[in-house]
C-alpha cells in the first residue's frame, strides 16, 4: 500500500494541473487513504474499476456509489463502537 501510496505522489509532484483537477485529485486521494485505513484489505484496482462501470452509467450512480460508500463507512464506525457506549446513548 504505501509503494502505491508513493506512486501517487510521484505523478502529481512535479506537474501544474487546473484547480477543478487539483481538487478532484485531493478528494479521490482523501477517499483512497480512508479506504485503506477503514479497510487493510482494500483494493485499489476494485475500486478504480467501480468507478470506471460507473462513468458509463452517468453522474447519478456516482452519486449514488457516494452515497453507499458513506453508508458503509458510517456502519463500520458504528460497529466499532464499544456497545456500553451504544446501551448509554440509548
Known amino acids: 500500500k504505501s509503494q502505491l501510496k508513493n506512486k501517487i505522489n510521484k505523478l502529481t509532484d512535479d506537474k501544474q494541473y487546473s484547480q477543478e483537477i487539483e481538487n478532484l485529485w485531493k478528494d479521490f486521494k482523501q477517499l483512497f487513504d480512508k479506504k485503506i485505513e ?3 484489505d482494500f ?3 476494485k475500486m478504480v474499476m ?3 462501470e460507473l462513468l458509463a452509467e452517468g453522474k447519478e450512480a456516482i452519486q ?9 463507512e ?17
Open 38 to 40: 477503514l479497510n487493510p
Open 43 to 45: 483494493s485499489f484496482n
Open 50 to 52: 467501480e468507478i470506471h
Open 64 to 72: 449514488e456509489w457516494v452515497n453507499k460508500e458513506k453508508k458503509k
Open 74 to 90: 458510517l456502519e463500520i464506525r458504528f460497529l466499532s463502537v464499544p456497545k456500553e457506549y451504544l446501551q448509554i446513548a440509548l
